[in-house]
């Protein structure tokens, strides 16, 4: 027998609490569209009380997307419900309030400060509260795997009589291992009397580097939705990735009793794209499913066997989850079949910009004699998928020897000017970006920096990755792509110098998690 599993997307909520990924409305409405093209279950927007951005986010998400529920997080707190309330009003009949409250015995007796039975009367009445705004309301007792089996089977049965439908039991600092965290859920569906009355859910972080294999040993004893993030972003070691559960679960779905899901897995590798450019979190190489290598065949005698058959070595289709190569790129293309080309790439682009690429393309093709998605990908993302801009480059002259100079021309976007200046460095990328600073007014700090090649042969585009400390110790993560480094490094400098000042613009949020909670 087959049965669904619902994937619930935390991406734009856990997934953007990872330092460095914050994004601003704008790049969370570009992220939350893909995950709806991705076919998503349930969209976690936000966390409406923690900030006004977060605020904005979510209500964008809830008056635009189509599709899936869209999700807002709220403690068991009166204000926090209300304003999540607030904020998804525009979803109608798909918002879904997600309340939370700690009940392992740690959190309760040095976070929250509260017995067994405040914890219990909280839970009730946070979820009663939800209620009165929306049908649709999830429960997480938070660090539910450490909290004691007994307590929590009585809390989760509290919280299905309050009206919760859905039941989340996260793993909130990684500990569980696999055949634990199963027992943990039969030993709710056995001991819990109304438990047939909610969906069991599951949220694994992935400290111990288990959310995955938790998340699915979570499905086989009874779990119903999964939460998890694309590229598996997320707190400290992050969340279950999508694209991992999900492509395990087709794949193998002889071990797994045939559950499916609805995605669409061909907008797997889009999405972990976009969302990998929009915070700046490089995927790891040999990352599963979505890693540059993860279908790339280096060994000889691993190519001979996948031109032979290509099961011999591949379990998966690159097809299957997005990944294209075939070379129909070139410079007879006209703007027609690119449009189709890039609509098949999960893009979304205005004719305007079609155009614009289809020239690039053509100009590319002149420098490069095979044009691959991944030289599309990264001229489309440098360019249209950014949203945050306020210093642009216009111009940049290097000349290296025994002085290196460089000379920058900046544009200001929202005061429509241009400003130039030249400075010497180190080297060539230090003279660029001191001069980027010099003309700016603001001094940032490259903690770390690290290029890779996005696409294949010596005239191979570079993707430049910077992490930049700017005043207060902020760190800020920028990305960049183009076929010369030293531009490269410029345009991730000012990525990071973009981003940082979009933050700076907007209310600081808190991190009400670790917070104690206001009396009643
Ligand atoms: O990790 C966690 O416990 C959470 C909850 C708010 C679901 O993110
Ligand atoms: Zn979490």
Redesign the pocket.
């Known amino acids: 027998m087959s049965e669904r599993v619902l994937i619930f997307d935390?991406t734009l909520r856990?997934g953007e609490q990872c330092p460095g990924a914050s994004m601003n409305t704008r790049e969370k409405l570009e992220v939350a569209r893909q995950l709806a093209r991705l076919r998503v279950d349930i969209i976690e927007a936000g966390f409406p009380v923690a900030s006004e951005g977060d605020f904005e986010a979510v209500r964008a998400i809830a008056s635009e997307i189509r599709g899936p529920r869209i999700a807002a997080?709220a403690r068991c707190v009166d204000a926090d419900i209300d304003r999540a309330a607030a904020a998804l009003e525009p979803a109608g009949d798909r918002a879904r309030i997600?309340v939370?409250l700690a009940t392992s015995a740690i959190h309760r007796q040095f976070k929250l400060k509260m017995a067994q039975d405040e914890i219990l009367r909280r839970a009730v009445a946070g979820i009663q509260r939800a209620r009165q705004y929306v049908s649709d309301v999830e429960f997480?007792p938070?660090?539910a795997s450490r909290t004691e089996p007994e307590f929590l089977a009585q809390v989760v049965q509290a919280a299905i009589e309050a009206g919760a439908g859905t039941i989340?039991i996260?793993d909130?600092v990684g500990y569980a291992v696999p055949h634990e965290f199963g027992e943990l859920i039969r030993y709710l569906k056995e001991h819990v009397p109304n438990i047939a009355r909610a969906v069991i859910s599951v949220?694994c972080?992935n400290d111990l580097g288990l959310a995955v294999a938790n998340s699915l040993a979570a499905i086989q004893n009874g779990a119903r939705q999964v939460?998890c993030t694309i590229n598996g972003i997320g707190?400290r070691a992050g969340n279950a990735s999508l694209e991992e559960i999900v492509m395990a679960l087709r794949t193998r779905k002889d071990a797994f009793g045939g559950f499916y899901t609805e995605i669409d897995t061909r907008q797997i590798y889009p999405t972990s794209r976009l969302v990998s450019h929009l915070t700046g979190m490089v995927v790891q190489r040999n990352k599963a499913i979505v890693g540059d290598n993860a279908f790339a065949h280096e060994a000889g005698i691993h190519q001979h066997g996948v031109l032979a058959h290509r099961e011999t070595y591949e379990i998966m289709r690159a097809e299957d989850v997005g990944r294209t190569s075939e070379l129909t790129w070139g410079k007879h293309m006209g703007h027609h079949a690119v449009a189709r080309k890039l609509e098949e790439m999960g893009y979304k682009l205005s004719e305007a910009e079609v155009r614009k690429v289809t020239e690039q393309i053509k100009a590319l093709a002149d420098k490069k004699k095979a044009i691959y998605d991944e030289d599309v990908r990264a001229l489309v993302e440098g360019q249209f998928i950014e949203v945050t801009r306020v210093w642009t480059l216009d111009y940049l002259g290097v000349m290296t020897g025994a002085i290196p100079t460089a000379t920058v021309r900046l544009r200001r976007v929202d005061e429509e000017t241009v400003r130039a200046d030249a400075g010497t460095g180190d080297g060539p990328i230090d003279a660029a970006l001191k001069t980027i600073d010099r003309i700016t007014g603001i001094r940032g700090h490259l903690v770390d920096y690290s290029v890779t090649s996005v696409t294949r042969g010596k005239d191979a585009i570079g993707e430049v990755s910077v992490r930049v400390e700017f005043e207060g110790g902020k760190i800020v993560t920028g990305k960049a792509t183009s076929t010369d480094i030293i531009e490269a490094s410029a345009l991730a400098y000012l990525n990071a110098l973009n981003r940082y000042l979009d933050q700076q613009q907007r209310a600081p949020q808190r991190d009400l998690?670790a917070e104690p909670l206001p009396a009643v």
């Open positions: 935390t856990d997080l997600h939370f997480s938070e660090d989340n996260p909130t949220h972080h939460e707190e998690r």
